[in-house]
């Protein structure tokens, strides 16, 4: 088997993995890292999760241990799709960099571009950006890419899938020919094929899994839900999630809960919190010291459950993520395999669950169809459970007779249902039914009764199917 110490990394570089605790290159590490030392360009397919940030930073970090950095004219460039994993980037080099004296910028949005402009000022060995920054910095003139001698670009795919491959070609060209490329992709899409063929030199092509194959480590299931009214679903569903968790006990130590829509993720991180579970969510609508601030707090076995939209969450690394929690199944079948893959990690055993409603049987079987395998079907842990374990079972409680329409309910509504934190009940559950409106409205009118005309609403034995006239006063008004 290859040790880092066969790969030709500076000792610094590597004292510092041995300080991380690795001890033995991954597959991608194995591949890649002889070749970027050797100065060809390198075409890595690996997906997040296979140890390919390190794949790359290492060896950049013993090319670059020779030569100064010059004001304003960065040595290196790595492109990321997002601000996270851009952070993360630049995490790992701090890291795997810690006995050298390189120093890095990490040009992403919602940071100030004045603390950006003064360390590019000085001079910076690792330029980590995001292109739609890089590109601001660049129009500003405050930069300069023609001493670029290595360029990473990771997660293409990801690129591709955020519109950013006309930046990515445009900073390509800013960048001198001469340069060194190391191209990360899950997938190989043609756009990316076609990059890679204009701007890569004869790279070494380095494959460590089909994109499309979910690593066997991860445990998946899902859960076929169909809610006991249309109406009930949004509440059913999050009484479901409690349940998958709860049934999970002190095995999920962590997990990290996909959803399809930022409004979801919130309405799921706030409902699991009025329950006691500890969450927060992340998406791209929370300001980025917000969003790095809870990742960090989840990072640091803080936060228990991380709520997250797809972009948010894209290349996130959580070494230690017991637990992938499905609660939408994502509409894009390639987002199944990177969601699940954040658990699993580095060898380590996940779990992914996901829950799959009738209206997204056919994002299903993409799925289904893409990974190449059957997702084993899980028991809804609702239909054994007490009654009394989840809202849901209130729910299905018999609901008293006469008195008790949405309207005339004098108890607390399930907490779930509760509007003031919730989300809205679909119209159809609010809207009475053209039989409820004319049962409540002549409720109504008899509640008078008792001080206004003498009769009670309430007709022995008729239950809630008092007909109407029955009710009606035969006085003059
Ligand atoms: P990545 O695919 O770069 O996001 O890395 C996934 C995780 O694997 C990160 O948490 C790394 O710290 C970890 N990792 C990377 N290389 C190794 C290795 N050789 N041995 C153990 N863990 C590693």
Redesign the pocket.
Known sequence: MTK?SDLGLDPKVLAA?SD???????PI?AGAIPHALRGRDVLGI??????????FTLPMITLLAKGRARARMPRSLVLCPTRELAA?VAE?FDIYAKNTKLTKALLIGGVSFKEQDALIDRGVDVLIATPGRLLDHFERGKLLLTGVQIMVVDEADRMLDMGFIPDIERIFQMTPFTRQTLFFSATMAPEIERITNTFLSNPEKIEVARAATTGENIEQGVVMFKASRKDKQASEKRALLRALIDGEGEACTNAIIFCNRKTEVDIVAKSLNKYGYDAAPIHGDLDQSQRMRTLDAFREGKLRFLCASDVAAR?L?V?AVSHVFNYDVPSHAEDYVHRIGRTG???RKGKAMMICVPHDEKNFADIENLVKKEIPRLENPLKTAAPKATDTAKDEQPKPKAKSSSRSRSKPAPKDEQPQVEAPQPVAATAPSASESTKSSSRSKSSRGRSGRGRDDQVVGMGDHVPAFILRSFKPA
């Open positions: 880092f993995v991380a605790g690795y001890e033995t290159p991954t590490q690996a997906q997040t999760g296979t140890g390919k940030t390190a794949s993360q790992n290349g690394d070494p990690r580095a060898g």
